[in-house]
């Protein structure tokens, strides 16, 4: 079983509309969640952390994490065309102690003007 | 903002050759790690390293893989005997403490022919 696994294809969403990710994760024991924005040829950029149960919101941008369910989304609302890019869902694998981040393959956004 | 920095930017070397990679992690931070990234592949996990001492590795960083911090500011990576596969960009990535939130430098573009 993948570590993490972000099994959409290509999103492609209109100026303005909301783009809707989703990641799943295998160990139960994680407890660090975070989203990364990697334009292509560039470096992941941090763009939100999540740690409890529930939704977290920064800007334009919503994490949501459940933890039973090993699942983590990310809604970006009125997306712009700044906002094509791929999207990595991370992990920390193990206890806080232990923080090796497991990426998934990334989802790439499209945002149509 | 401070930022993770990474010399060089790219880097071509042939075959068998030794290369070290150069990463200025951000100052007041703790916990550093490498990560690489194949051309089209997700991002893989390399090693930690804290308090001087490699903390975990992943099959990746076999042998031919050593790091090290030779002063209080750099972080080093040197692959001894590069082969084609090593080809990729490898990302410096940097933490403090707590919170957990990794941060990636630009990276640097292996290229071995």
């Known amino acids: 079983q993948k570590e993490v696994e972000q099994n959409s294809g290509p999103l492609s969403v209109p100026e303005g509309a909301i783009a809707s990710l989703n990641c799943t994760y295998s160990?139960?024991?994680?407890?660090?969640f975070f989203w990364y924005r990697q334009y292509s040829g560039k470096s992941p950029e941090l763009i939100m952390s999540?740690?409890?149960?529930g939704d977290k919101e920064d800007g334009r941008f919503t994490a949501q994490l459940n933890k039973a369910s090993q699942y983590v989304s990310l809604l970006i609302r009125d997306s712009q065309p700044s906002d094509s890019a791929t999207y990595l869902c991370?992990?920390?694998?193990?206890?806080?102690?232990?923080?090796?981040?497991?990426f998934g393959k990334g989802n790439q956004v499209v945002v149509i003007p | 903002e401070p930022e993770v920095t990474q010399t060089p930017s790219h880097q071509v070397t042939q075959m068998g050759q030794e290369v070290i990679l150069r990463c200025v992690p951000i100052?007041?931070?703790?916990?550093f790690y490498w990560y690489r990234q194949i051309l089209g592949q997700k991002v893989e996990f390399l090693v930690s390293?804290?308090?001087?001492?490699?903390?975990?590795k992943s099959e990746i960083f076999d042998d031919q893989f050593s790091v090290e911090r030779p002063d209080g500011s750099n972080f080093t990576l040197k692959i001894r005997s590069t082969k084609l596969e090593d080809s990729a960009m490898y990302f410096c990535?940097?933490?403090?403490?707590?919170?957990?939130?990794?941060?990636f430098g630009p990276g640097t573009r292996l290229t071995v022919t």
């Open positions: 100052s007041n931070h703790l916990y």
């Open positions: 390293f804290y308090n001087n001492e490699i903390s975990e």
């Open positions: 991370a992990v920390n694998q193990g206890d806080y102690g232990n923080n090796r981040l497991a």
């Open positions: 999540i740690y409890s149960n």
């Open positions: 990535a940097s933490r403090s403490g707590t919170p957990y939130e990794q941060y």
């Open positions: 160990d139960r024991v994680s407890q660090s």
